[in-house]
Structure formats: C-alpha cells, structure tokens
C-alpha cells in the first residue's frame, strides 16, 4: 500500500498523533541525511521513530511514549538495555581513557572470554564492526588457500562491504548492484540453501573455492530457516573437498547460546565472525578460528609458514570502551544461563502470537528459533494455518522473497501506536531481560494491531 493511501488511516492517525516529535525531528533529518536515516533498516513509513532513553527491556521515544523493545540495539542488547554491570563497567573505564592507541589488558581478557565460550576461536582478531569482521575473514580465507570463490547462499546478510552486497538484500537473481566491480560480483558463486543440492554441484564440479559462508541460523537471523541437517550436511561436504567453512554469527554468537549457533547445533567451523553482542552493545566485532588461519596476521608465525602476512589495520580495534562493555556482558553470559532466559520469554511470545493468529482468523505465521519472533505475513494470501505454520515449506521465495514492506510498515507503526517496537522482518530479538510481564503487553498490542489492520484491508481472510 502506498504512503498516500494511508492518509485516511486509523493506524497511520494513531501512530501520527502519538509521534508528532518524531515527525519534526525526521523533516529536519531529511535535509542533512540521505532518506532522513543513518541505517537502512530503520526505514519505516511514514516516518521512523526517535528514541530518547531506554532501560531493560523497554525504551521512550522523544513523545514520551514507552515501548517493549524488540529491535535491542539491533539485537547486541542480549542484557537489555542499561545493564547495571554493563554502565559500572563504561563509567569507570572513560574516567580512565577512552583510546590510549597501545595494547591494553581488557582486549587480552576480552579474547579470552570469547576463546572459552565459542568452540572455533583458537584465535581472535577484533575489528570495528560485523561488516569489517567478515571483510577480514574473507581475505583471510582465500590467501589460505590460495584460492578465489566464495560460495554464499541467497539471502544470508554478512554486512555491506562489495564482497558480500550481491544477493543478501537485493539482486538475488545474482545480477550486480550498483556501484560494485563486474570481477568482485564473478568471485561469488551464489547458491540457494534449499537443500544441499546447489552447493553440493558447486563443489564436486570446482576446484577453485576458497571457502562457503553462511548464517548458521538461515538468512536473515532465520526468516529462511535451513532444512534439518543442513550445517552437518555442509561441514561435511566441506572438509571432504578442503574448502573452509565461515559462519556468520554476528546475530547468533552468545544468543542462540553461550557459544552461538555453532555450540547449539554442534558443527564447529573453521571460522567465524562476530559482532552486536560481542562487544557489550558498543561498536566492535571480532573474526575467530583454526589458528594456523588467522596467524597469517602474524608475521612471524606467517614467516615460520612459508606465507605473507596479512596486513590488519582499524582505528578503533579493541577499543577500550567497548572492551569494558563486552566483558562485563560476556563475563554474565558465561556465568549466567541469560540465552535460555530469554529463549524461553521468546517461545512464550511466539506461542501468544500464533494463539492471536488462530483466534482471529489471521492466515499469518508465526516462527523462530532461540530468542529470536518472526511473522510471515503472507502476502500472496497462500493457504495457511496458523497453527501448524511450517516456514521450510516456502522456502527463499516463498518467505523472504515475497515480502511486502508496506505491508510490514503497517504492522510496525500500529505495534508502536499500541506501545511495542519490532523489527523490520517484521520481528524482533527478545532479551533476557524481558519478563512475562512484557509479553503480555505486547500480544495486548498485536491482536489490538492485527484487527485495526484487518478492519483497513490489510489482511486477506
């Protein structure tokens, strides 16, 4: 539905009367930045939200209105918001320097705390983001191997650097995005993760692949799940034609479990990259792995290997403020069973949501795995029971491929009017800060939206 459509909305009235700061501060941003955003996902009609203050589980916009958060700084709040733990840690170590530029303790302790917890880190190089993680972990891998295909799989996000833009969030016919080098676009080789099938045909006909990457929870943080067996299946296949096999677990890593995706379905790649989390919710990440891989940033060792070493740079690597914030958080994810906390507040929501659904005879789906809510809103109107839904029967196309967005803007801004704040999926990621208390809230919210939205047309029956 267009934006001009909605004027005569109930739900756009009721988001508009409730954002009127908002609306302000977005005409002003228009002017300075490009679409009024600084992070496409942020994207929403008529206009995104401001945030003002947050606190565990919720945060106030600059209206005032107060929100069950389920976007949690993009999912890197696995402590919610203003963990107590989490501000001592900030607040001491800014009195102490925010970059002294020199080696410090807290990055020694921090690459401990990862080495524990996550199965492949022999090694840890920190970087400023997820983006720059797998930038670096890509170059990593083919001067390995010597070789220059990456194979990556339709719809699977590993941030917005050239080498992976192809195919993640657009152009998953494989053609090339604008402004991206012809010769960057022909080292992927883009498969479908329907079934091993593609990737499988790739390897045994190839021998020019350096490594295969992938979210280990399916594209997008799981809104194309893998079909059983898929990672073992791939780990696998990938050690028997001496390919490298990367995970991306820049949303899953200390979420899906202490030890990401990787500890929970048992399948230990050679790599992996992380981010969101890692850092505490303050910028940074992190590529870890098989040592005798990520020591070609070694010189020395790169030297006792016969290998160059691999130049490394980043301003802000390991910086100390987020070194402070990711040890105070990953010390408590160690200690504290906080992924099943908020595992099981994610499995009561989803299960209110998919009651809603079937209550008021909404051909929705409702699924998601860990702490993590998605809703296939159904948009081609195929026949759904809410119930039962089963998302592998859809598959890429069925699922992320035929997502409407204003569609998913509806649901959004009548969520926010109704007082919670979802992710763009439309979904989000639950902390372990959020109580049943918070749920109830929110599934008040949901069925108050679905109804106003069915009552405007924009649900098929």
């Not at 969520?415 to 809230?441: C, K, Q, Y």
Request: with cysteine.
């Amino acid at each position: 539905m267009a934006e001009a459509a909605l004027t005569n909305s109930r739900i756009e009235t009721e988001y508009r009367n409730r954002t009127k700061k908002s609306a302000q501060l977005y005409q002003e941003a228009l002017e300075l930045l490009p679409a009024g955003l600084t992070h496409d996902s942020r994207t929403l009609l008529p206009y995104a939200i401001y945030a003002k203050r947050a606190n565990g589980p919720r945060k106030w916009d600059v209206d005032g209105n107060e929100l069950v958060d389920y976007f949690g700084g993009h999912g890197a709040l696995i402590l919610g918001h203003c963990h107590p733990a989490i501000i001592e840690a900030v607040q001491r170590q800014i009195t102490e320097g925010t970059h002294w530029g020199s080696s410090h303790e807290l990055e020694v302790q921090w690459a401990g705390l990862i080495k524990r917890l996550v199965p492949c880190a022999d090694r840890v190089r920190f970087t400023a983001s997820g983006t720059e993680a797998t930038h670096l972990a890509i170059r990593l891998m083919r001067a390995y191997t010597g070789k220059t295909k990456i194979v990556r799989f339709v719809g699977h996000f590993h941030g917005w650097h050239d080498q992976v833009a192809q195919g993640s969030t657009s152009h998953y016919d494989g053609g090339r995005p604008a402004g991206i080098l012809p010769g960057i676009v022909d080292e992927t080789i883009l498969v479908s993760d329907d079934d091993l099938g593609p990737v499988t045909d790739v390897l045994t006909k190839r021998d020019d692949v350096a490594a295969v990457i992938l979210e280990a929870s399916g594209g997008s943080w799981g809104q194309v799940p893998l079909p059983p067996g898929f990672l073992k299946g791939l780990r696998a296949l990938t050690t028997k034609h001496g390919v490298l096999l990367m995970f991306d677990e820049v949303v899953t890593g200390f979420r899906w479990s202490r030890g990401g995706a990787q500890q929970r379905y048992g399948v230990t790649p050679d790599m992996c990259s992380l981010a969101k989390i890692v850092a505490g919710g303050l910028p940074g990440g992190a590529v870890a792995g098989r040592a005798d891989i990520l020591d070609q940033i070694d010189p020395d060792r790169a030297k006792a290997a016969g290998r160059e070493k691999i130049a490394h740079q980043g301003t802000f690597n390991a910086n100390p403020l987020s070194a402070a914030a990711a040890i105070a958080t990953l010390s408590i994810v160690e200690m504290q069973d906080v992924c099943a906390t908020a595992e099981g507040t994610a499995e009561e929501l989803r299960a209110g949501l998919r009651k809603i659904l079937v209550e008021e005879g909404i051909p929705w789906g409702v699924y998601g795995e860990a702490s993590s809510f998605l809703i296939f809103q159904n948009p081609k109107g195929v026949a759904i029971d809410p119930a039962t839904f089963d998302p592998l029967a859809l598959k890429f196309k069925g699922l992320k491929g035929a997502k409407d967005a204003n569609l998913s803007h509806r649901l959004r801004i009548s969520m926010i009017a109704n007082g919670a704040d979802f992710m763009g999926a439309p979904g989000g990621l639950v902390s372990a800060m959020h109580t049943s208390e918070e749920v109830a809230r929110t599934l008040d919210a949901f069925r108050t939206s679905v109804r106003w939205m069915k009552a405007e047309g924009d649900i098929r029956g």
